[in-house]
């Protein structure tokens, strides 16, 4: 119920009284309503749901974010069994409740 | 004549054809739409066939305006096929309903293994339909019945009542000849053959897209229409009978094809979803609708089975050629999991890729 | 696609899902509560990822899911008057009511269209005077922005000729019917950050702590979703029971001010019935005495709808967890993608479609045991 993606702010303008952007996703630009997120200014990333910016993206967020996922499991000193631990378990025929009400 | 495409507007505004290329323009150029008349077999039809027709498609068994058309086909086998086009928009990023029609029918008896040669089409027309869209129409279809090497032979044009057809629908049928030794079928894929894709999926799909009512953006998106005899020619000369089973992903994606395929020859197919090739801008219209590109209709590409020992000569052969430069190995059928479709995710798992109920919808979930 | 690309990195994925495997030593459940997050789990197969142990229920975070039938019903009606343009997300279309769905509407001449956003219906109103409007006003609170600015302008323009037919639903009062529900077996929530981007995540500290229940706010990328997981195994196998937030480049505490502002202008609290689940007291929003003018339920009094879940349904059943799809008598018999009873086989995130397409890759034989209780230990 949350399908919203990143977006970069390329033009503001007025329109009917709303604020709206241009806003490109990865190539692709479309007119987006920015009332809900008057902090944003050409350059910023911003999520964007049905037609509306949610929230603005914080880009210093995002990158420590980032950088902390690619620490994970780095520095793992076991990693031989826990290797084929994964391997086993990535090999395994999907689950039999993918839709988790199993119990157990 | 213009052939700009406004992006975000679902109809593009042609300018009025050159009408003095045309033996005689005058009569035709008193009725700027389509009338009642235009279907009656009268004096209108008839001015359409002499000034819009003829002109576009000359060949001589089109120019003999009989009942049907008298051709002559070299001994062998003779592929036939037939495909109808109601596409909304007609005119779209990339080509127009017109190219859809004749490339499509082209590329069906390509994949079939026949070298398409002759193709009939019908039109059923809304009264009050421009005249200047169906001379573009009519015009497209002519280009890409000269770069597919096809003549279109015979005709058939009908109107129906305004509000009774959404402009233009267009059928088109078409006969090939089969080449000698290349047996391809949906039933003939085998456990260990190489899966390929001719190049990147889901361009035409999002065309439509980016110019439908309610859902357009701004993209630099095109439709791949195109036609596929030329690239399928030069595979089969190379690999021959390595190639098992061919077939173009149009409606329902490369997901759909794989699908139908594996049913019809009870086969399971593997695909690697990173090595899929996807052009960025379609892969980030996909993710703004919610979309996934193995779905998205494709319109000039094939998807081929092959013999593993042949895989790579034939992405060779491929590549070398204009429509196939983003051809990539995707996968390989297999007996495991028959007549299922499971792709290997980019985290190394596994789904299991059904096929398409429906149309694919964009989605806010 | 930057800030979406990176989240999907599969070599890192496959290191943060190392890493949950070395912090489980006991089976959990856990809940992720959004449609969008599942749609994510099951495309990307995440749920292949993690440990025997740990299970991931998916919860009604859905609009096609939740929407009683009733509205469906409503929807129909309204649809397939002559002189309306009913504009919907492209997810209401399938969902099939008592009879038929949108898409059938369609078919027999109702003019019915998919719209990316309620502005475009907006859009539509003004370019059509002499025809009514009317939006399908579903989903949860990531939605309801976008729906309030639409209603807002509408009203602002003088529109006549818009309405909006709305089924608004709130995540606090749903988890804590799920939690409060006598059986439960969700242990930790991933709680939909998209929703928190809005709403932020005030709301649930109180939850947390009255049912001892990990809550974390998670995205939806690969790897923002095995975050979330981590985050609530470590939770869970420590004992603790806090509200944490792993979407911290979108989500804030107090979440999005200007819109939460207009939804207090537009909306207000309601009852609502949610599909397979009944009434939940407060779970909803309708459009309030300022903005009535605008709800289609009072603009066009449809009246003579006789609302009827198919007997052979057990949806509800399976949203709550109380049964698995392969339960259900109806399971692949009369009941499928193709010819869906219910909401839970028409989404594509629902559960019995999820289970059906999947379920299919096991072997005759453990699919014949699957339908009996099999224990995490025949898997893999």
Not at chain 2, 120 to 149: C, R, Y
Not at chain 3, 2 to 24: D, V, W
Not at chain 3, 79 to 97: E, K
């Amino acid at each position: 119920m949350c399908l919203a993606i990143p977006g970069k702010v390329e033009e503001i303008t007025t329109e009917g009284g709303l604020r709206v952007g241009r806003v490109n996703f990865g190539g692709v630009v479309k007119r987006v309503c920015l009332d809900y997120v008057p902090e944003l200014e050409v350059g910023d990333y911003t999520i964007v749901h049905v037609g509306f910016a949610l929230s603005k993206i914080d880009e210093e967020t995002a990158e420590k974010t980032l950088a902390d996922f690619r620490e994970m499991g780095v520095l793992d000193e076991e990693l031989g069994t826990e290797e084929e631990a994964f391997a086993r378990a990535a090999a395994a025929p999907q689950s039999a409740c993918p839709d988790g009400s199993c119990s157990n | 004549m213009a052939e700009e495409v406004k992006t975000g507007s679902p109809v593009v505004q042609k300018d009025t054809p050159d009408f003095s290329n045309w033996s005689c323009p005058l009569p035709l150029a008193d009725y700027p739409t389509i009338v009642m008349g235009h279907g009656g077999g009268g004096k209108l039809g008839n001015e359409l066939v002499e000034h819009l027709f003829l002109p576009a498609f000359r060949n001589p068994a089109l120019e003999n305006l009989g009942d049907a058309a008298v051709l002559d086909l070299p001994a062998g086998r003779v592929a036939m096929s037939t495909d109808s086009f109601v596409v909304q928009p007609l005119f779209f990023p990339g080509g127009s309903i017109g190219e859809l029609a004749v490339n499509g029918t082209v590329n069906d008896l390509s994949v079939s293994g026949a070298e398409p040669k002759y193709l009939s089409t019908s039109f059923i027309l809304e009264e009050g339909f421009p005249l200047a869209q169906l001379a573009a129409i009519v015009d497209d279809m002519a280009k890409a019945a000269a770069t597919a090497g096809v003549k279109i032979v015979t005709g058939d044009t009908k109107v129906v009542e305004r509000g009774h057809g959404d402009g233009c629908y267009i059928n088109t049928a078409g006969i090939g000849v089969l080449r000698p030794g290349i047996q391809v079928g949906p039933h003939r894929a085998q456990a260990g053959d190489a899966i390929l894709v001719s190049g990147t999926i889901g361009d035409h799909g999002m065309a439509i897209m980016s110019v439908r009512e309610g859902l357009e953006f701004e993209s630099q998106i095109r439709s791949d229409c195109a036609a596929l005899n030329g690239l399928i020619a030069d595979v089969l000369e190379a690999a021959g009978g390595a190639v098992h089973a061919m077939r173009d992903p149009t409606r329902g994606g490369l997901a759909s094809t794989l699908n139908e395929i594996a049913q019809s020859s009870g086969v399971g197919m593997e695909i690697d979803e990173p090595s899929l090739p996807v052009r960025p801008e379609v892969q980030s219209a996909c993710e703004l609708l919610g979309l996934d590109p193995v779905y998205v209709a494709n319109e000039g590409k094939v998807v081929f089975f092959v013999a593993p020992e042949a895989a790579e000569q034939v992405l060779e052969v491929l590549h070398a050629h204009a429509l196939g430069r983003e051809a990539a190995r995707i996968g390989r059928v297999t007996a495991e999991h028959p007549r299922m479709l499971v792709a290997r995710t980019a985290m190394g798992a596994n789904r299991v890729i059904p096929i398409q109920i429906g149309e694919q919808l964009p989605r806010i979930c | 696609m930057k800030y979406l690309t990176e989240f999907r990195n599969g070599e890192i994925a496959q290191r943060m899902a190392r890493e949950i495997h070395q912090i489980t030593t006991r089976p959990w459940k856990i809940m992720e509560v959004c449609g969008g997050q599942t749609h994510s789990i099951i495309k990307n197969g995440i749920d292949q990822m993690l440990p025997a142990g740990i299970e991931m229920i998916h919860g009604p975070g859905c609009p096609v899911c939740v929407t009683p039938l009733e509205l469906i019903d409503k929807a129909l009606a309204i649809a397939a008057q002559p002189g309306v343009i009913f504009c919907s997300f492209g997810d209401m279309l399938r969902v099939p009511g008592t009879e038929g769905d949108l898409f059938q509407v369609k078919g027999a001449g109702g003019d019915v269209r998919v719209v990316y956003s309620p502005l475009d219906a907006v859009e539509l109103a003004v370019k059509n005077p002499d025809k009514q409007v009317v939006f399908f006003g579903v989903g949860f609170e990531t939605t309801a922005p976008a729906n309030a600015m639409s209603v807002h302008v509408a009203k602002r323009r003088g529109l006549k000729n818009f309405s909006m037919l709305v089924s608004h639903v709130l995540v606090p009062p749903a988890i804590e019917a799920i939690l409060s529900a006598p059986g439960n077996l969700v242990q930790g929530f991933l709680l939909a950050g998209h929703v928190c981007s809005v709403m932020g995540y005030w709301e649930y500290p109180p939850l947390a702590e009255k049912y001892k229940i990990p809550m974390v706010v998670t995205g939806f990328e690969p790897l923002d979703l095995l975050d979330g997981i981590r985050r609530t195994v470590v939770q869970l196998e420590a004992g603790r029971h806090e509200v944490e937030n792993a979407y911290e480049r979108i989500v804030t505490r107090e979440g999005n001010l200007p819109a939460q502002k207009l939804l207090g202008e537009v909306f207000e609290v309601t009852d609502r019935a949610w599909r397979g689940i009944g009434v939940i007291p407060k779970s909803g929003w309708r459009l309030n005495a300022e903005y009535r003018d605008f709800d289609a339920e009072e603009r066009f009094h449809i009246s003579g709808i006789h609302t009827e879940e198919s007997p052979l349904c057990h949806a509800g059943d399976v949203l709550r967890g109380a049964i698995k799809p392969a339960e259900c008598p109806a399971f692949g018999k009369q009941c499928s993608p193709r010819h869906p009873l219910g909401a839970t086989m028409v989404s594509s995130e629902g559960a019995c479609a999820a289970y059906f397409n999947y379920g299919r890759f096991l072997s005759a034989e453990e699919l014949a045991g699957a339908g009996s209780g099999m224990t995490g230990a025949a898997r893999g």
